[in-house]
């Protein structure tokens, strides 16, 4: 079943200062977890953020800072056992496009939290990581495994829009060169 932005939010999990630069290959996450939000917010999709324990990890990178409409403070690994994680979703939303990290640890205890939930999940790979790339890998295949779907961010982006007629196909198109 293909993605669709009408009903979808982007969840994007503590890509925060003092986390990112430790990340295997961060500057990619963070550059495709941009392009993810950058493209929601040409579709009108909500972009939501955690931050893991802000005052040790900091807040979300500049790179990301602005997409955001609301942002969860957190201490739980799993967002959605987190206190105000309910509030956090946009009533009617249908689908959950989840990156950030650590893929192995925040991630992949959201994933699992939310797949018994009413919300389709869906992870991008392309825009998650860990401190070590077989961490990330496992966390991957078992978010697969329990039931996630699996994509990257240039499937998502290209599953919203549907058709290359639509008024802003190239708008998201430009994000992808």
Known sequence: ?????????????????????????GDVMVARSARLAEAAALLDVPVLATEQYPKGLG??????????????????FSASTAPGFDGLIPAGTREIIIAGCEAHVCVMQTVLGLLG?????ILAADATGSRDPADKALAVERARQHGAEV???????FEWLRDASHPAFRSVQKLLK
Do not use: N, W
Request: hydrophobic letters at 55%; glycine letters at 2%; zero cysteines.
């Open 117 to 121: 939930s009413r919300l389709r999940v």
């Open 1 to 25: 079943m293909l993605l669709t932005a009408k009903g979808a939010a982007v969840l994007l999990i503590d890509l925060q200062e003092r986390l990112v630069p430790a990340i295997h290959d």
């Open 151 to 157: 994509v990257s961010t240039e499937m998502v982006l």
């Open 59 to 76: 807040r979300t990178v500049s790179a990301l800072a602005a997409y955001p409409s609301a942002t969860l403070e957190k201490t739980a």
